[in-house]
T-cell receptor, first 117, second 116 residues
Framework: AQKVTQAQTEISVVEKEDVTLDCVYE???????LFWYKQPPSGELVFLIR??????QNEISGRYSWNFQKSTSSFNFTITASQVVDSAVYFC??????????????FGKGTKLSVKP | DGGITQSPKYLFRKEGQNVTLSCEQN?????MYWYRQDPGQGLRLIYY???????QKGDIAEGYSVSREKKESFPLTVTSAQKNPTAFYLC???????????????FGPGTRLLVL
């Protein structure tokens, strides 16, 4: 079975703090994709990143960075110097690369991040 | 502007009524999806369509129906058989935004369905 676990339900930080959102996944597939999405209060899901299972290179985009570790089945997301605009619910998701459900996303339950001024 | 549109933004359903949620995309994507989100929960897959005139049930298809007659459109009907329809419904399409880009699901703004 495939599953995504985001153990942190809610996190609250003060502006300029660094924060890491955890994501652990389960899959029997050898090739798959991992994603992070942001859901601001407006409700629309905004795509942040896609990572292939064969590419364990960490990624940095501005204040955002992602740490993919296949050995621990984790794909953690760090926001450096958080800002109030980062307040949102963040979802981690898993997608098989092949098969009938290719491209389908399995979502974690999300982590609500509140950044206070 | 390319993107995914959903209408209406809010929808009210009376007991025993069927309602249809609209989802349109002009991204030229083949695959489209419907998800349901309940408060404090992740997204659960209702139906998906990999290509025109074909669709598959997701994890929670009971009480819902879809059609895919055109590439651009994937409407979702919430039938009277769905006893707890109050939720936020999100539509997505899967593909690339620019040539050579990574294939990803992109989401519409959502429809909030409430039961009167």
């Amino acid at each position: 079975a495939q599953k995504v676990t985001q153990a942190q339900t809610e996190i609250s930080v003060v502006e300029k703090e660094d924060v890491t959102l955890d994501c652990v996944y389960e899959t029997r597939d050898t090739t798959y994709y991992l994603f992070w999405y942001k859901q601001p209060p407006s409700g629309e899901l905004v795509f942040l990143i896609r990572r292939n299972s064969f590419d364990e290179q960490n990624e940095i985009s501005g204040r955002y960075s992602w740490n993919f570790q296949k050995s621990t089945s984790s794909f953690n997301f760090t926001i450096t110097a958080s800002q109030v605009v980062d307040s949102a619910v963040y979802f981690c998701a898993l997608s098989p690369r092949y098969g009938g459900s290719q491209g389908n996303l399995i979502f974690g339950k999300g982590t609500k991040l509140s950044v206070k001024p | 502007d390319g993107g995914i549109t959903q209408s209406p933004k809010y929808l009210f359903r009376k007991e025993g009524q069927n309602v249809t949620l609209s989802c349109e995309q002009n991204l030229n994507h083949d695959a489209m999806y419907w998800y349901r989100q309940d408060p404090g929960q992740g997204l659960r897959l209702i139906y998906y369509s990999q290509i025109v005139n074909d669709f598959q049930k997701g994890d929670i298809a009971e009480g819902y129906s879809v059609s895919r007659e055109k590439k651009e459109s994937f409407p979702l009907t919430v039938t009277s058989a769905q006893k707890n329809p109050t939720a936020f419904y999100l539509c997505a399409s899967r593909g690339v935004l620019i040539a050579g880009g990574l294939e990803t699901q992109y989401f519409g703004p959502g429809t909030r369905l409430l039961v009167l």
